[in-house]
């Protein structure tokens, strides 16, 4: 597509619910992140594909968030038993992978999710 | 956790003006970008600087680079109130094929007429 895409752009759920938010990158960019921001702060890093596989996990704050990104190009984070403070704006972002490592993001508008 | 630490955390100045945001981080970095996020968007790329580059230009704006101190600045010459933003700076440190962006608490910039 011509950006990146997501999807829902809100959503609401209550505390306890399962949540799967899309992300659906540039065509051709191997690499996709997710970030997650909060109110006044800057993106915080959750995860980062390149191709299918997570490079690094390492942002993921506990084993209720999970991410996949099973063909290489739409990917899904998955958060269960949702809490309140998962609540935030959940940004994906994509780039073509290059030698020079210069990865340059172009970020989707943001999937927002409130836990009640 | 963020790396990158924005200073001031808000200014605002008026449109001709010129404004400078600063960044400063704590790790070795491949390469350093700034970008802007307008109230309820995401974020888009303005400019990126190399580690081994001390000084790079795009348009109005002007952006430096000091590995030894750790810290970059970035200069938006004769604002408009079209600048109004939040701009975060990202450090990008590469570990074999990984390449991770690491944001900072960005700067919140208003320019009134």
């Known amino acids: 597509g011509a950006g990146v895409s997501q999807t829902p752009s809100n959503k609401v759920t209550e505390k306890g619910k399962y949540v799967e938010l899309r992300c659906d990158p540039i065509s051709g960019h191997t690499a996709l992140y997710w970030y997650r921001q909060s109110l006044g702060q800057g993106p915080e890093f959750l995860i980062y594909?390149?191709?299918?596989?997570?490079?690094?996990d390492s942002g993921l704050p506990n084993d209720r968030f999970f991410a996949v990104r099973p063909e290489g190009s739409v990917s899904t984070l998955k958060i269960q038993r949702t809490e309140r403070g998962d609540s935030a704006v959940y940004l994906c972002?994509?780039?073509?992978?290059?030698?020079?490592?210069?990865?340059?993001?172009?970020f989707g508008a943001g999937s927002r999710l409130t836990v009640l | 956790s963020q790396q990158g630490e924005e200073d001031p955390q808000a200014l605002s100045i008026q449109e001709g003006e010129n404004a400078t945001m600063n960044c400063s981080y704590k790790t070795s970095i491949n390469n350093l970008q700034w970008y802007r996020q307008n109230s309820g968007r995401g974020l888009v790329h303005l400019i990126l600087i190399r580690s081994n580059e001390r000084e790079k230009h795009s348009g109005r704006l002007r952006v430096t680079l000091d590995t030894s101190k750790k810290s970059s600045s970035l200069l938006i010459t004769a604002s408009r109130a079209a600048d109004t933003a939040s701009y975060f700076c990202a450090t990008v440190f590469l570990t074999g094929t990984a390449s991770k962006l690491t944001f900072g608490t960005g700067t919140r910039l208003q320019v009134t007429l």
């Open positions: 972002a994509s780039s073509p992978w290059g030698t020079s490592g210069a990865n340059v993001l172009t």
């Open positions: 594909f390149q191709g299918t596989g997570a490079a690094d």
